[in-house]
Each structure stands twice: as structure tokens, then as C-alpha cells.
């Protein structure tokens, strides 16, 4: 019983326990797989940065910030294999150049504003019902503009406004 102090450089070969708290001054290296806790319910505080080098693994319930001027970054390839829910203002890349693509299937359910150009290969539907505007501003039109399902028979209202030309079968 009592207080072990060690002065200068110390070996401790073998297990060690310490019932109570730690408290290191310094540069820690601890070698080897680490546990932090030991339960669930543990909590594990990491005051200043966080490097990790290697993969990082983290199972379970994961918050980011705690406060709306937090920022979080990643650097390099970031893979999510379930729902990812995303609150708040989002920016998807920050330059020119930059790509995002989505696999699979995306709802947007608010107003989606795009500036710039927007490329859409494959078959493009615009509304769901007969009351739906589809408003379309520019002066041109590549390959063909078909109105309905099949051809533009006369059935549906087509209304032009503004100047127009129109060429071939109409």
C-alpha cells in the first residue's frame, strides 16, 4: 500500500492493474490492440484532435459535432453501407471538377435548384398528372420535343408563347 513513484525510465514486465484514476504527463506509446471501456454505456473523451492512421472502425450509434459551427472532414474515399440522413446545409464537393455520383434510386422531396447545366441520359418524365406545369425557358431544342405518351396528336394542349418556328410534322 501507499504511493509507487517511479523516476526516469521504468519496465513494467507483465500484466499491470491500476484501480483508480491515470493520469500520464506526456507523450503516451502504447503498442499492441487497446480497449478503451468496457461497456456500452462507457464514455470516451478525446479532448483536442483525433489522428488515425489506418482504418477506422466504428460500430454503432456515431455523432459528428455537437454544434452547428462544427465542421467535419473527410480526406479521401468515404463508403456508407446503409441509410445515410443528412440535416442542415450540405455542400457535395468544392471545386470545378468535382463529381458526385449517386447508385440506385434518390427522393427529393422539397424544391431542387441546380445552377448550371444539367445532364440526363435515359428517359426523363416531368409531372405525374394532367394539372402539372411544365415550364421550359430557352430558345432550342436538339433532336425532337414529343408531347404525351406516344406521338403529340392534337389531343393534348400545346402552348407556345413567344416567338417559335416549327419544323417537320407537327
Known amino acids: 500500500t501507499g504511493a509507487m513513484r517511479i523516476a526516469g525510465n521504468g519496465t513494467i514486465t507483465g500484466n499491470g492493474t491500476i484501480n483508480g ?4 504527463d506526456g507523450e503516451g506509446n502504447i503498442k499492441g490492440n487497446v480497449t478503451l471501456g468496457d461497456a456500452g454505456t462507457d464514455t470516451v473523451l478525446v479532448s ?15 455523432t459528428l459535432g455537437d454544434a452547428i459551427t462544427d465542421t467535419v472532414l473527410a480526406s479521401g474515399p468515404v463508403t456508407m453501407n446503409a ?12 471545386a470545378v471538377g ?28 416531368l409531372g405525374n398528372g394532367t394539372s402539372d406545369t411544365v415550364n421550359i425557358s ?5 433532336n425532337k420535343l414529343a408531347v404525351g405518351t406516344t406521338a403529340f396528336s392534337g389531343s393534348e394542349e400545346l402552348r407556345v408563347v413567344g416567338q417559335s418556328s416549327l419544323e417537320g410534322d407537327v
Do not use: M, R
Open 48 to 62: 483536442g484532435d483525433l489522428t488515425v492512421n489506418g482504418q477506422g472502425n466504428i460500430k454503432g450509434n456515431v
Open 21 to 24: 484514476n491515470l493520469t500520464v
Open 138 to 142: 430557352g430558345n432550342t431544342f436538339s
Open 83 to 94: 441509410t445515410l440522413n443528412v440535416k442542415g446545409n450540405t455542400t457535395l464537393g468544392d
Open 98 to 125: 468535382d463529381t458526385t455520383a449517386i447508385s440506385g434510386s434518390a427522393t427529393i422531396a422539397v424544391d431542387l435548384d441546380i445552377t448550371g447545366e444539367l445532364e440526363v441520359l435515359g428517359n426523363v418524365q
